[in-house]
Every structure is written in C-alpha cells, then in structure tokens.
C-alpha cells in the first residue's frame, strides 16, 4: 500500500512562495494521478491541482492557474506543489492525494492521502 508524506508547509509572508513535497513509499503506477488539496476549518477538501503520473499532464484548479505549479519526479516518486504569490486566503492545511483515475478533482476519488502540511500565509 502507497503511503504519502507531505512536507514544506509553513508561515509565509503574502506575496511569497513555498513549495510543498509528497513523498511516496511504494510505485506510483503510470495510469495514476496525484493530487494536491486543502482544507480550513468548517469547510469541504478543496481541489487545488493534479498531475497524470505517467504522462506529466497537470490540472489546475482556477485559483491556482498562474499562480501554483504541479510537478513529479519519477525516481524520487516524489510531487511538488510550488506555490507563488501567496495571499491571506491560501492558508489551510494541503493534503497530497494518489487517484487510480489518472486526474481528478474529486476528493471522494483518491483512495490515500498524506497527513497534511500547514501553509499560514499572513503578516
């Protein structure tokens, strides 16, 4: 079984950057996706973006275009989050999902999910 461990979250200033890492255990398997939510209190896992394992191909949230950047490194079997121009109302706890559906903004559809990764962003 796939485990998931997100990492890089922290306080950040708003109009800075932070880049978030998932970390597998176990083979991510090439008609997979991975995907990046986050949560605040009170409210339902939001979709941020996703990646298609095999083929690279990203998804993006409408908040995140232009701003947020999915990525994988096959031979760390790791997936990056980079976040840029951070605002106030970025802050939430980001979770890191696998999807055998290839890409999916669905949270009912991933199957594991990291501990999660605290990202404040505030003055």
């Known amino acids: 079984q796939v485990q998931l461990v997100e990492s890089g979250g922290g306080l950040v200033q708003p109009g800075g950057s932070l880049r978030l890492s998932c970390a597998a255990s176990?083979?991510?398997?090439?008609?997979?996706?991975m995907g990046w939510f986050r949560e605040v209190p009170g409210k339902e896992r939001e979709f941020v973006a996703a990646?298609?394992?095999?083929?690279?191909?990203?998804y993006y949230a409408d908040f995140a275009k232009g701003r947020f950047a999915v990525s994988r490194v096959g031979a760390e079997i790791t997936t990056y989050l980079q976040m840029n121009t951070l605002k106030p109302e970025d802050t939430a706890v980001y979770y890191c999902?696998?999807?055998?559906?290839?890409?999916?903004?669905?949270?009912?559809?991933?199957?594991?999910w990291g501990q999660g990764t605290l990202v404040t962003v505030s003055s």
């Open positions: 176990g083979r991510i398997f090439s008609r997979a996706g």
């Open positions: 999902g696998r999807t055998r559906r290839g890409d999916s903004a669905y949270a009912a559809e991933y199957d594991v």
């Open positions: 990646i298609r394992w095999g083929s690279g191909n990203t």
